[in-house]
């Protein structure tokens, strides 16, 4: 019996883009009962304000709508932590699915992190209208994405798996100009 | 260098020689030239042919507003640029430059002859003239017309160039960086506001760069620009873009500016964009847009030399360069004063200043008199002289009786023209603002806004360079202040020569009843004063019909420098107001704005999203041949060495009749529906029953619209009691998703169900055919896949080489089959493993084509293909999926119409040529008698069409009236070469027990 390996979408060798570790993603449906359930699962707080994440060490859980959240973890706490999520969760109505593999976690760092993301992006990324633990969905020409700034200049996108070498494509596009 | 450059003065670097060409003639400017002020500084008056009489032209202006002088720029063999205004073009070193509408030479053109004929070529003649007789519209006019339309030539090969695009936010958006511009940008600077200050010019400044003499708080109007740039510069919330015009006002102040970044340059780095498309959402907008001086209508007012006075002061000031030797100056205006004394300060002998007015008492005319210049008043232009440049005019006086006496001809190679400024407010304007006439200064001027925008400076009437300043300031703080940020306002000394903005709109006066030939108007589209004399006697009253059946104001510069004019002319025609007038729209783009930027990144492969599934290059690698399904790359073929397409598909599909195929399914769309209420859910949504679904079993699954029409199909899966795994098709995915969501928000956000899309979570390969079973029992653990465990339509969770894995038993082939669902990142692994696995069994992969002839011998539908949009259930035979017993669903009212129950309605059935290596076009009609004469009674249509290796025979599907009661009959299918006879069938040609399907 062969043993499956994973493979991802590569991603461009660039100054200002790099992978993430492996993830285990799960999107969360349900009303505050059930945030409040798998938070206490999740071992943080989920966010009530609109478009925040809260993180506690690798793991995190962003706020993307009124009953909406994306709960990340490392790849190897998944199946854990999805019983966990499960138990908790089962007296309350509640969504729980697996996206692990539905999209790809990368960060755009450096000087030119926003600068190259408002090629595509029309939202707002200055750091007074998109501040530091902001994230939200929206949209890099003609695909969706997340957007999660975890820093001034770091932010951690998360695109579609097959949407991921046209992201790529463009942002190398983009940043033809920058100097290096 | 030629005599008509100054010694000193203006803002360019004599040091700097630059060679360009012009029509083939080597010519030198210098660094800051523009293409324009280099030819004038080699004495080039000459620079093109007008659109529809061929008339040598000149420069009107020196910036934006430029109507005659469009040329070719060429920078090499791949780029150039028709229609350029050589007063926009900044020179570069290697500069091309050729001059348009004219044959075979500039000084010689043969379609001057239609300046000759022009007596019979008045505004609107093509409208009566083409007419008669009809048949030679198509061959004699239209393809005549077609080659006389139009101005320059396009270029040929793709553009090799990038163009960039960008959004940006800002809390004030300036646009021009004139002394409005720049007052109001320094002074929401100073607030902290985040500012973005754009300007369509090479250089900040506007007006300011013509006016070397003003003083702004007591330093020269060059010096107090660089302070207030470099203040400009060092402030990080301020960004400035140089060559960059606002050419698009959007709702909500969304901004569209084109930068122009390598333009310039003699030799661009090719990493650069060429231009860059920025849309900006400002929170205020600051419109400094400035205003352009207008010409004077007077017969021969368009002959090379003759331009506006404001332009002759820009080509002195900025630029260094004389325009003539000997020029007549004409008023209608005081800056026409400000301009005289500048060229007589540059050694141009004034050999005449004709004021059409009554009466020249401003401070500029004052100084111009007090300077020696002799001014005449009452006085017009009767006409001028000079082919290729002008050469005389001939003055007129009038009198106080109202008539005009005849005056002398004054030699001269230069007239200056000055009719009065007419604020810029077409972005004002397509901002939607309400524009107020002015009767004093005899214009339009921004009245009521419709955006939080405000406008600053000439843009808005006001005249002087003081009032400018402080208005710009004042704008600038309001709108600071509008966004939060709160300052303080800002006052200047100035000491300049103040002169008023207004003119007079319309003609000059000429003797005689009839307006003159050749007083022109709108000088791009070769538009007279006779021309729209003649609008408004054939009954127009309309300033947008006037201008439609003219062409005035309807070429590239729209206008700029002809329609206050235009109004003035009609106005007084009709003896009425211009308000009463009207106004035609201002549209964008505000200048020519190239497709590059409308393209940006946009091109070749990144022009769409490419999605390629997991196991796509391990595909690509067994020889696919991809078809676009969507944005997808889905797998067509897999033609072996010398097969051609029929051959893979034949051996394809017996494979999977005969042995097993594999076949990668991933795009289908997956959609997770959870919750206590998810099976209420379907319930209304689908129209099958789910409610008696156990968990652990799949059913097929059809959607209709709320019109009872079937909208997508396919299998759905019950994982638990409150978890359903949808799957759609691929193209209908997202908007299946979209209807569930617009119904859950909508009309039930009482129930407690939650949709996940999960596309792209699960890679599904479909093994299918008698010898599937064999292969994946060899890599499946956990879960027992016998016949009597998993059965048809069951679904089960176990492991696939060792990672966890969504099992379905599911055919769309009609064969035993199964399809493995394997989180998408392990999909490549697992295809790659069921290939090797099946490699004792002969596996084959197969694609969409042989997929299609597999589900088309089954009689399987696919939505989009059998169904139209106007398919019920029934019409495609799927009455037996319906919930019989379910109180409603979505469409379940529609279905229940007369109507959609009526005979009459197409019917899916089979179609079987008489001759089986017939094989029938997709699309075709059907006919229920042959030979009918046209047009024939339709009764019917092809939706698929294939040839069968497996039945040795052509089939088909169609829809046909009734077609269910036509079983047995006879139909035909009128083909160019003759009727084909078909056997309606039922629309299932293979294995109709369903026997195979158990394996």
């Not at chain 2, 207008?294 to 004389?322: C, H, K, Q």
């Not at chain 2, 008539?403 to 400024?421: F, H, Q």
């Not at chain 2, 069409?945 to 599907?957: C, D, E, F, P």
């Amino acid at each position: 019996m062969v043993n499956a390996t994973a493979v991802l979408p590569t991603l461009p060798s660039k100054h200002w883009l790099r992978g993430t570790a492996p993830t285990t993603r799960f999107s969360l449906r349900g009303n505050a009962a059930a945030q409040q359930l798998a938070g206490q699962a999740l071992g943080l707080t989920l966010p009530v304000e609109a478009c925040r994440a809260h993180s506690a060490g690798e793991r995190a859980a962003l706020w993307l709508g009124p009953d909406e959240y994306l709960l990340i973890a490392p790849l190897i706490e998944g199946e854990a932590l999805r019983a966990q999520l499960a138990a908790a969760l089962a007296p309350t109505p509640h969504s729980l699915v697996d996206v692990s593999h539905r999209q790809i976690g990368l960060e755009l760092y450096g000087p030119h992190a926003s600068w190259l993301l408002n090629a595509g992006c029309p939202l707002d990324l200055g750091l007074a209208a998109f501040p530091i633990g902001m994230c939200t969905r929206s949209v890099f020409m003609k695909t969706e994405l997340l957007l999660w700034r975890k820093d001034a200049d770091v932010f951690h996108v998360e695109i579609w798996r097959s949407f991921t070498e046209y992201f790529t494509g463009l942002l190398s596009e983009v940043a033809r100009e920058l100097p290096g | 260098m030629s005599q008509c450059r100054t010694e000193t003065g203006g803002r360019i670097d004599r040091s700097r020689k630059l060679s360009f060409t012009f029509d083939g003639v080597q010519l030198y400017g210098v660094q800051g030239d523009t293409l324009a002020s280099a030819l004038l500084a080699n004495g080039v008056h000459l620079v093109g042919r007008s659109f529809k009489y061929h008339r040598p032209r000149g420069f009107l202006g020196a910036g934006t507003e430029e109507p005659n002088a469009l040329v070719r720029v060429i920078r090499d063999s791949a780029r150039s640029t028709p229609n350029v205004r050589a007063t926009s073009v900044e020179l570069y070193d290697g500069l091309i430059a050729e001059s348009q509408n004219r044959w075979p030479s500039l000084k010689f053109d043969v379609g001057a002859i239609n300046d000759a004929l022009s007596p019979l070529l008045p505004a609107g003649f093509y409208y009566k003239t083409f007419m008669w007789p009809r048949s030679a519209w198509h061959k004699l006019y239209e393809p005549n017309i077609r080659a006389a339309a139009g101005l320059g030539r396009a270029p040929e090969g793709a553009d090799p160039d990038s163009y960039a695009q960008r959004f940006a936010h800002c809390d004030v958006l300036v646009i021009g960086a004139g002394p409005a511009g720049l007052a109001a940008a320094q002074t929401a600077a100073r607030t902290g506001a985040h500012v973005m200050l754009c300007d369509e010019q090479a250089e900040f400044g506007g007006s300011l760069l013509d006016d070397p003499e003003a003083l702004i708080d007591g330093q020269p109007s060059a010096q107090w620009l660089q302070g207030v740039i470099a203040d400009l510069k060092a402030r990080p919330n301020v960004t400035l873009l140089q060559r960059t015009t606002a050419f698009g006002y959007f709702p909500h102040n969304l901004i569209g500016l084109n930068e122009r970044v390598t333009e310039h340059l003699s030799a661009p780095h090719q990493n650069l964009p060429r231009e860059r498309l920025w849309q900006v959402r400002a929170t205020e907008v600051v419109l400094a847009t400035g205003a352009i001086e207008r010409p004077l209508v007077f017969p021969g007012n368009d002959r090379p030399g003759i331009m506006l006075a404001s332009a002759a002061r820009t080509y002195l000031n900025r630029y260094g360069v004389r325009v003539g030797k000997r020029a007549v100056i004409v008023a209608g205006c005081d800056a026409a004063y400000a301009a005289a004394l500048d060229l007589k300060a540059a050694g141009i002998t004034i050999a005449a200043i004709c004021d059409v007015r009554p009466s020249a008492d401003g401070p500029a005319a004052a100084r111009a008199r007090a300077a020696g210049l002799a001014i005449t008043t009452n006085t017009t232009i009767l006409g001028t002289r000079g082919r290729l440049r002008v050469q005389s005019v001939r003055l007129g006086h009038l009198e106080i009786s109202g008539s005009i006496r005849p005056g002398v001809t004054v030699a001269c190679d230069t007239v200056l023209m000055s009719g009065g400024y007419t604020p810029t407010v077409h972005l004002y304007s397509q901002s939607r603002g309400k524009l107020r006439f002015d009767s004093t200064s005899h214009v339009f001027v921004p009245g009521t806004s419709a955006e939080r925008e405000r406008s600053a400076g000439a843009c808005k009437g006001i005249d002087g360079l003081h009032a400018v300043l402080a208005d710009g300031a004042a704008q600038g703080l309001s709108a600071a202040a509008a966004t939060g940020f709160a300052g303080s306002p800002r006052h200047y000394t100035v000491v300049a020569t103040e002169t008023s903005g207004i003119g007079i709109p319309g003609a000059l006066p000429q003797p005689g009843k009839t307006p003159p030939a050749k007083a022109f108007v709108d000088f791009q589209n070769d538009v007279t004063s006779k021309d729209l004399a003649l609008a408004t006697r054939e009954g127009f009253e309309s300033i947008e019909h006037i201008k439609r059946f003219t062409t005035t104001g309807m070429a590239t510069d729209q206008g700029r420098t002809s329609g206050m004019n235009a109004l003035g002319i009609i106005a007084k025609d009709f003896g009425r107001e211009i308000p009463s007038i009207g106004l035609t729209t201002f549209r964008m783009p505000y200048t020519p704005t190239s497709f590059g930027i409308l393209a940006g990144y946009a091109r070749g492969d990144l022009f769409d999203p490419v999605r390629r599934t997991a196991a796509h290059d391990s595909a690509a690698a067994l020889g696919a041949v991809f078809e676009d399904v969507g944005m997808w790359k889905r797998a067509w073929y897999f033609p072996k060495s010398s097969e051609d397409m029929h051959a893979a598909v034949e051996r394809e599909c017996l494979a999977v009749r005969n042995g097993v195929g594999m076949f990668d399914a991933s795009t289908l769309g997956k959609i997770e529906v959870v919750g206590p209420d998810a099976a209420t859910f379907l319930n209304r949504f689908y129209v099958n029953n789910w409610a008696n679904l156990a968990v652990g079993r799949t059913r097929y699954g059809i959607l209709l619209r709320d019109d009872g029409f079937v909208y997508d199909d396919g299998v759905i899966a019950r994982i638990a009691d409150d978890r359903f795994h949808v799957t759609t098709t691929t193209g209908g995915a997202a908007r299946v998703f979209a209807l569930m969501e617009d119904y859950l928000q909508t009309e039930w956000p009482d129930l407690k169900v939650w949709i996940t899309s999960t596309t792209e979570q699960w890679s599904v390969v479909a093994v299918q055919g008698p010898r599937s079973r064999d292969v994946i029992a060899k890599l499946v653990t956990d879960i027992d896949i016998s016949h009597n465990a998993m059965p048809h339509m069951s679904v089960a969770n176990g492991r696939i080489c060792g990672i966890p894995m969504m099992l379905f038993r599911v055919s769309f082939t009609g064969e035993l089959g199964f399809e493995v669902n394997v989180p998408a990142h392990y999909g490549k692994a697992v295809w790659d493993a069921l290939y090797e696995a099946g490699r004792e069994f002969g596996i084959t992969p197969y694609g969409t084509e042989a997929m299609h002839v597999l589900r088309a011998e089954k009689g399987y539908i696919i939505v989009g293909q059998e169904t139209d949009g106007t398919a019920t259930p029934d019409d495609v035979g799927l009455t037996w999926a319906i919930g019989k017993t379910k109180p409603d669903f979505l469409g379940k009212r529609a279905i229940a119409r007369p109507a959609m129950t009526a005979t009459g309605r197409k019917q899916l059935v089979g179609l079987l040529t008489l001759d089986p290596q017939v094989q029938l076009e997709e699309g075709a009609q059907v006919i229920a008698t042959p030979k009918q004469p046209v047009p024939m009674t339709l009764i019917g249509h092809v939706t698929s069409s294939y040839m069968s290796s497996v039945l040795g025979h052509s089939i088909a599907l169609a829809m046909i009236k009734d077609g269910r009661a036509r079983i047995g009959e006879t139909l035909y299918v009128p083909m160019p070469d003759g009727d084909i006879p078909v056997k309606v069938t039922a629309p299932v040609f293979y294995d109709a027990e369903g026997v195979r399907l158990n394996g």
